[in-house]
């Protein structure tokens, strides 16, 4: 990854670094060959942490991403690994996230529903992920996001 979120803040390219868009593409090996969400989470967040109110930085610059995410395969799978990036983090309770603030809890009713319309949409149209028949099946992978305490295919 040549990008940081620093970077991405300057540049307005918030959404292109959750995604990982050109220079925000970090590959990891485990990951064939494809974006690893957790990298740039990690560095997302050292960076936040250094700030008065990371976590609300948090919300603010995920609404920002959830905003452009659009109802197509791999954007949903792209949210569906920034959630779950989010949740391990959390559960480890790495940088400044804490089980105490929930960043599902601070969005919207509406943006709750784009989430849920997203999963709804991912679990169904799966196939359609790049190289998804190298994948765990989507009924293992969802079991990363347990950490979560909403039923995110229900909101």
């Known amino acids: 990854m040549k990008g940081d979120f620093e970077q991405a803040v300057k540049n307005n390219e918030i959404s292109a670094f959750f995604k990982g868009e050109g220079e925000y ?67 480890k309770n790495r940088y400044f996230l804490t089980e105490n603030e929930d960043l599902i809890d601070e969005l919207t009713a509406e943006e709750k529903k784009k989430i849920g319309v997203l999963y709804r949409y991912l679990k169904d149209n799966f196939d359609k992920v790049p190289d998804s028949a190298n994948m765990r099946p989507f009924d293992e992978l969802i079991n990363i996001v347990n950490d979560c305490p909403y039923d995110l295919f229900s909101l």
Request: aromatic share 20%; hydrophobic share 45%.
């Open 25 to 91: 593409f970090s590959p990891e090996e485990f990951n064939m060959g494809y974006h690893n969400e957790l990298i740039n989470w990690q560095g997302m967040l050292a960076y936040l942490e250094e700030k008065e109110t990371p976590f609300e930085l948090l919300v603010k610059y995920f609404r920002l991403y959830l905003n452009t995410v659009e109802e197509n395969a791999l954007d949903a799978w792209m949210l569906f690994s920034n959630i779950a990036s989010y949740y391990f983090l959390r559960k």
